[in-house]
């Protein structure tokens, strides 16, 4: 018993720390900083996804004070809590007092001419930088599967309401789909659990009956692919059945089934993106670097005598800023590594989630209007005309046949080079009363070939191809 409670003070200290570490433990009700203890409640992760949504809105006004005046959401609450900030701050300062205050003499130390820290912090910014454009490479790409998500959820609904498919198995469907799409965040982040997340949406918005959810509790539904894999399983299913009925044609299962198998697919790649994370022997590299790096860079600039009235003030500017750089994007990289965390720049999964629930209800409701073909003729010949180029203006194309028009125009035979198949090009005038029912001895329509334009009536250049007899 003993050792057990051991292992487990020791599992939940460990726990405390990593939130600790990462500003996820300073939550009493609102999050401060915007960022929730892990697990949350379901009021905590709204005030999170608002606050989400409002540093959102804000980056796309791109107002300059806006932007600095902010606390919350930005870089600067992770840098107070990096230890190495302070280190090194340290060690510039008591090399300056040093030398201010004592007999220590910087020309007796060993130092890196400017030319040599100019290339070192060349090299560091170059790595640092790449470093972060992969990492902001793994967050689009999440985003894009985020979105294609949403993508299919919505083509899926289209599909469905465009086709004979009654309303309420069109709702189903519909259902099944959303409900695939939350299951499936749920189960990616450590964030979302079914008490905080999936049954307050539930009891919202009603996606699964009691049966269907005591069915995903018997599977894992807090961790992994296998809830959301069980529902994507019914709805396949389900579009069989639907075809089965009649109620959708090959075609509309087909597509119906191709959008499902994509929304699998794009959730699929989320959980491949976070069982393959950034590699452990990249992330090393970039702190055993760093790490190297940032005292070096401390240690040069205090023995350097910029000729000012006051060395410190210069010195100390460019190492803090030297220091904002290198752990920034050190923080920087680790948070856009994993975008779905309860941290505010991660990406709005409950956003993305009630939105496509909502469009999906508004494409089922979607009601044609009246449509008449004499309306349709007037908006017609209501619209610009763009010339027989690229359209033929509404008098020059007859309602009806003449009462005479010239016959059609032979225009020749031509050997084509396979077989013994011959063609035969007729010259329709438009209009002709056999223009859409000439035939070959074969039987096969005449295909169009080009459109002859002179002075007089528009003609077709039509082409039929007998076979031999």
């Not at 993508?151 to 289209?158: C, P, Q, R, S, Y």
């Not at 964030?191 to 009691?210: D, G, K, R």
């Not at 959008?259 to 699929?268: D, T």
């Not at 941290?343 to 449509?371: C, F, G, K, Q």
Request: proline residues 7%; glycine residues 6%; neutral net charge.
């Amino acid at each position: 018993f003993f050792s057990q409670s051991a292992a487990s003070r020791a599992q939940l200290s460990r726990t405390e720390l990593l939130l600790n570490m990462s500003g996820l433990a300073d939550v009493p009700g609102t999050p401060r900083g915007c960022a929730v203890r892990s697990p949350a409640t379901w009021k905590q992760l709204q005030a999170t996804e608002d606050c989400r949504r409002k540093l959102l809105e804000e980056a796309r006004g791109g107002n300059t004070w806006q932007l600095l005046k902010r606390w919350r959401g930005t870089i600067l609450p992770d840098l107070l809590q990096a230890p190495s900030l302070f280190c090194n701050l340290v060690i510039y300062f008591v090399l300056r007092i040093l030398i201010r205050a004592t007999s220590f003499k910087a020309a007796d130390w060993p130092q890196l001419t400017i030319g040599q820290l100019a290339l070192l912090s060349s090299f560091m910014s170059f790595f640092l930088v790449f470093y972060a454009s992969q990492t902001y490479a793994r967050f689009s790409d999440q985003y894009a599967s985020s979105m294609a998500c949403e993508g299919a959820i919505l083509d899926t609904a289209i599909i469905a309401r465009s086709s004979k498919m009654p309303y309420l198995e069109c709702l189903r469907l519909v259902r099944y789909l959303n409900a695939a799409h939350i299951l499936a965040y749920i189960g990616l982040s450590d964030v979302y659990n079914y008490e905080n997340y999936f049954q307050p949406f539930n009891a919202q918005h009603t996606l699964l009956n009691q049966e269907e959810v005591a069915r995903l509790r018997e599977i894992v539904m807090d961790s992994g692919p296998d809830a959301h894999r069980e529902v994507i399983v019914w709805v396949t299913t389900f579009v069989n059945e639907q075809l089965e009925l009649g109620h959708v044609t090959a075609m509309e299962a087909w597509s119906l089934q191709n959008q499902i198998l994509a929304l699998r697919a794009k959730l699929a790649s989320l959980y491949e993106y976070k069982d393959q994370p950034i590699p452990f022997v990249y992330i090393h590299m970039v702190y055993l670097l760093t790490s190297v790096y940032l005292p070096l860079f401390s240690y040069s600039m205090a023995l350097s005598e910029p000729n000012t009235p006051c060395p410190e003030a210069v010195g100390g500017m460019l190492v803090l800023l030297n220091l904002i750089f290198v752990i920034g994007i050190r923080v920087l990289g680790s948070k856009l590594a994993d975008p779905f965390g309860s941290d505010v720049e991660d990406l709005s999964t409950m956003h993305y989630v009630s939105s496509t629930n909502a469009a999906s209800l508004h494409i089922l409701h979607a009601r044609l209007p009246r449509w008449e073909r004499d309306r349709e003729h007037d908006l017609h010949l209501a619209r610009p005309k763009l010339g027989n180029g690229f359209r033929p203006a509404p008098e020059a194309v007859p309602t009806r046949a003449p009462a005479s028009l010239p016959a059609p125009v032979f225009l020749g035979a031509l050997e084509k080079a396979e077989g013994e198949r011959r063609s035969l090009k007729l010259d329709i005038p438009v209009g002709h009363p056999n223009q859409l029912q000439q035939q070959d001895a074969s039987g096969h329509p005449p295909k169009l070939v080009d459109r002859v334009v002179s002075d007089g009536p528009p003609h077709l250049l039509l082409m039929t191809e007998n076979t031999p007899g």
